[in-house]
């Protein structure tokens, strides 16, 4: 099998693309055709590369020659309605794209990058799964399906996704939101940039340029008696020190955070300088997550696993599941097949790992224990890590053991 820079090699350069409009517009279309998630626009020392991220990974789709780049980079900066003369420092911003085969409007994001060969441009394609219309579809298990509604139940505190770069932590934050009556609260978000629009939710655009910030924000929006507030990220000590101090007056606050794990996200909001006392009485719930490969179900076929696999998956499985239930487990691999278009897997799927911070947990932030303290102590309570809820998902037959085990 060919790997990206041999299939690249053999993609013939092309010289000239004639219509920009047309071109344009068939990368939109061919990306939305394929579901990759991104269009990566990247110039070069010889030609400008176009790829797409699709599952997670790198397509090659096409290269041209460098006389091509004004026209292709101006024609998208014209889309975004951003500045077309500014290419020394990056600009954000959205197209909106009118897609035939599903007849709906597609948000498109944009960033823009300056590099050694010119304004790199990276396209985020935005279109939420309509299968996700409740909690029930994000693929959480029943026991923490149980947890997460228990914990979605209060009327205040602050719950946070805990995410990694592309584990779409936008979507678990829009469909917790969702869970929610927005004609029963008063529910307000701070996002960067807004991504979809909720009818009779108040979403708000960061504006650092004119200092509209989340914690300025955050101060303004105490006064708008809200009960549901949505912060998009929690970025520095000022912001997280105001989200938790909005939930401790009632408010219940939704954000995410760039951590690796449950535990690591209280030890890491303590180190932005979070006040231990304030954490222990706000904090919630930390829901991390991650993507991996969804095994095709038209062809998954039964697997063979070695026997040094064999034992690490019962390392794993043997604290929460009766061990002759794990070593009587049958696992799958995939094939090829039309189905998924030939590429092994049918898109991805989240694994979760669920903290409630319960009293043994105030104790321990209190205290300023190490995050392996805190996952030793909270898998003792029955919280699963994102292995154990991936190699789960593997003897359901969702995804396979390669993928559980690329977690570790």
């Known amino acids: 099998m060919l790997d990206n820079r041999q299939i690249l090699e053999k993609i013939e350069l092309k010289r000239n693309i004639w219509d920009v409009v047309d071109y344009v517009n068939n990368v939109f279309k061919m990306a939305l055709d394929r579901n990759a998630s991104d269009i990566h626009i990247e110039p070069t020392e010889k030609f400008l590369l176009i790829r797409y991220r699709q599952d997670g990974d790198f397509f090659m789709i096409d290269k041209l020659d460098k006389e091509n780049v004004s026209p292709i980079i101006t024609r998208l900066k014209v889309l975004s309605k951003v500045k077309i003369d500014e290419n020394k420092k990056p600009q954000d911003w959205k197209i909106v794209y009118f897609y035939d085969r599903d007849q709906k409007n597609i948000d498109i994001r944009v960033s823009t990058l300056p590099t050694s060969y010119g304004e790199k441009m990276v396209l985020r394609l935005l279109r939420p799964d309509e299968s996700l219309t409740s909690l029930d579809k994000l693929g959480f298990i029943d026991l923490n399906m149980g947890k997460i509604k228990k914990a979605l139940s209060s009327s205040y505190w602050i719950i946070l996704i805990a995410w990694p770069t592309w584990s779409w932590k936008s979507t678990t934050l829009f469909w917790i939101l969702k869970n929610f009556n927005p004609l029963d609260f008063n529910i307000s978000t701070l996002e960067d940039p807004i991504e979809y629009n909720i009818d009779f939710v108040n979403q708000s655009q960061v504006k650092p340029e004119i200092w509209f910030t989340f914690a300025t924000w955050l101060r303004?929006?105490?006064?708008?008696?809200?009960d549901i507030i949505m912060v998009w990220e929690i970025r520095d000590k000022e912001t997280a020190t105001l989200a938790v101090e909005a939930a401790l007056t009632w408010h219940l606050v939704l954000s995410t955070i760039h951590t690796n794990t449950a535990t690591a996200t209280v030890q890491r909001l303590i180190n932005m300088g979070v006040e231990p006392f304030l954490l222990s009485s706000?904090?919630?719930?930390?829901?991390?997550?991650?993507?991996?490969?969804?095994v095709c179900q038209n062809c998954k076929k039964p697997k063979d696993v070695a026997p040094h696999v064999l034992k690490t998956v019962r390392e794993y499985l043997y604290p929460i599941m009766d061990k002759q239930e794990v070593d009587n487990l049958i696992f799958y691999e995939w094939a090829w097949c039309d189905v998924c278009n030939w590429s092994w897997y049918k898109w991805r799927m989240w694994v979760h790992e669920v903290l409630i911070v319960e009293p043994y947990l105030e104790e321990m932030i209190l205290n300023r224990s190490t995050a392996n303290e805190m996952t030793d102590i909270a898998r003792k309570h029955w919280m699963l890590t994102i292995i154990q809820d991936a190699l789960i998902?593997?003897?359901m037959w969702q995804t396979t053991i390669e993928e559980s085990l690329q977690l570790i």
């Open 282 to 294: 706000a904090m919630r719930m930390v829901i991390s997550q991650r993507l991996i490969k969804r």
């Open 220 to 226: 303004s929006l105490v006064r708008q008696d809200p």
């Open 393 to 395: 998902k593997s003897a």
